[in-house]
């Protein structure tokens, strides 16, 4: 079957967040959330993964892009995790697929809408986020 992959971790400078720690990240576990908001001051962040079942023979490539950022899909397949520096404050999003060695979407494409650095909270519509989404 095809892997899930699952979002182990947030990690924000360096330190691991969870849900309902003095950073006031996250209010359910990282997997299940569509939305971050870090405040000004933060400096990097990145995700860690899990692919249970996932192997280098599985056919399977994991990839990621950060909406904004990223000029193309990075393969993560084997490092699990990935990390962003010297973000400039402004909104981007999070994709996160799994593609066979073709290249096409296997498994369902997540994403993470991100605000970086903001003062003020200037939220994506569902609609737009939903049709971005929907290109991977």
Known sequence: GLPYIYV????????SVRPGDNSG????NIDVTSHLSFPQ?????????????????????ILCMLEGYDSDWKDVSDALSVCYE????GNYIFHLAVRDLDGKVVG????????????????FSGRWLIAIAGKY
């Open 86 to 89: 010297d973000l400039s404050s």
């Open 108 to 123: 369902p494409a997540r994403s993470i809408v991100i605000e970086f650095g903001t003062t003020s909270r200037q939220l």
């Open 41 to 61: 001051g933060s400096e990097n962040f990145g995700f860690r993964f899990s692919a249970p079942g996932y192997g280098p023979l599985s056919g399977y490539r």
């Open 8 to 15: 182990t971790d947030l990690m924000v400078d360096g330190v």
């Open 25 to 28: 990240l996250l209010e359910r």
